[in-house]
């Protein structure tokens, strides 16, 4: 197979859900019960063969450095190739696009002596086999290659995304960048490949016009010029875009369907292994329908709900559909319901804690 590195771009990341990102990148930030978001679209590039991979980050990328390390979870920890990351050279940098980020790191394309460099986020939940996505850019003798997948979610249909529009055979006529999605729409995945060279002369020519300040942009005014393939993903995928979608595409994880097509069906999800116990359930739990994480320990009812690692629920106490992150201590006969807790999260005894609406966020190491 050609040589392929990759790019996870988190330059454009919006910090749209609310606590849950004040303190941390979009990307790192926890998902169903162990993992963080960055966690699905690095291990499909390594489920590639891609051992070359570059995040491009922006701001507030603290937690997601001591998440990924070295690389090592995802056999990135090599002398050639590897892991890099890519803060900006400039951090007063306001600029909205991400091509001022992509210039600032021509070299590492360069270096790379690549064929190809694959290119996505970091917030996208799927399992995408990106060698497919490979051998059809080559079968169909494209230029580049974007992944989009239908619009077929009531809650995507009537927000704003990237949307592309095809001919009979795949190519790409049109692009249309943070319109509303219609349903039967094709949402672009903000997923491309293309040929390295043809990936810098597109960001050497965008700086030098000033024409473009995103690589989409680029990509977009470039659909005359070039053959542009759609790839369409036929899988799983979320959009995450809010703190109710993040709530209700984290409660999917319990449905047994959805989560044999995210973790058993295609290549494996790794993420920063944690060496704790296993879960403990003491004689007064009462645990269904639910995830829990290793290190947990159990006395209370746990029902509909997340618990990540080192959960401490003591007896009498009720947790409902809910989101319960590391290291949390809910006290005896606490209530908790339709609620997502951030880390260090400590609920005194008796407490309730509950949303009639919409979830509820608890900002991290709060004391209720």
């Avoid at 542009?228 to 899988?235: D, E, R, S």
Wanted: negative net charge; charged residues 25%.
């Amino acid at each position: 197979m050609k040589k392929v590195v990759g790019v996870i771009n988190l330059v454009d990341e919006k910090n749209n859900l609310s606590e849950l990102t004040n303190h941390r990148s979009f990307a790192s930030v926890p998902f169903a019960g162990r993992y963080r978001l960055i966690d699905f679209s690095l291990s499909n590039m390594t489920n590639a063969g891609i051992n070359t991979v570059a995040v491009f980050t922006r701001e507030k990328y603290r937690s997601l450095f001591d998440h990924l390390g070295s690389g090592r979870e995802w056999d990135l920890d090599r002398h050639r190739g590897g892991l890099f990351f890519q803060p900006p050279a400039d951090h007063e940098r306001k600029s909205e696009g991400d091509i001022s980020s992509f210039y600032e790191n021509l070299s590492y394309f360069k270096r790379s002596l690549s064929d190809y460099v694959l290119v996505t986020n970091g917030q996208l939940v799927w399992n995408v086999d990106f060698d497919q996505v490979i051998e059809e850019h080559e079968a169909q003798n494209a230029d580049i290659t974007v992944v989009y997948k239908p619009c077929d979610d009531p809650y995507t249909s009537g927000k704003n995304y990237n949307v592309l529009y095809t001919n009979d055979d795949e190519r790409v006529d049109r692009l249309n960048l943070d319109v509303e999605a219609l349903p039967g729409d094709n949402v672009y995945l903000n997923t491309f490949l293309m040929k390295s060279s043809l990936l810098i002369s597109l960001v050497e020519d965008s700086v030098g016009s000033g024409k473009y300040d995103s690589i989409n942009e680029a990509i977009a005014g470039s659909l005359d010029r070039y053959h542009v393939h759609a790839y369409h993903f036929g899988g799983y995928v979320t959009f995450i875009d809010s703190i109710e979608s993040y709530y209700r595409y984290s409660m999917e994880m319990l449905d047994p369907n959805v989560t044999q097509e995210l973790f058993y069906n295609k290549g494996p999800i790794y993420t920063k292994v944690k060496h704790e116990s296993p879960a403990k359930y003491l004689e007064s739990s009462n645990v269904s329908n639910s995830l829990v994480a290793n290190g947990c320990k159990i006395s209370g009812t746990v029902e509909n709900s997340i618990l990540f690692r080192g959960i401490r629920v003591g007896k009498g106490a009720v947790i409902r559909n809910s989101i319960i992150m590391q290291k949390c201590e809910i006290g005896e006969g606490a209530i908790i319901e339709n609620v997502i807790l951030d880390k260090d999260v400590s609920v005194s005894p008796g407490e309730t804690v509950r949303s009639e609406d919409e979830p509820r966020v608890v900002a991290k190491s709060t004391v209720i």
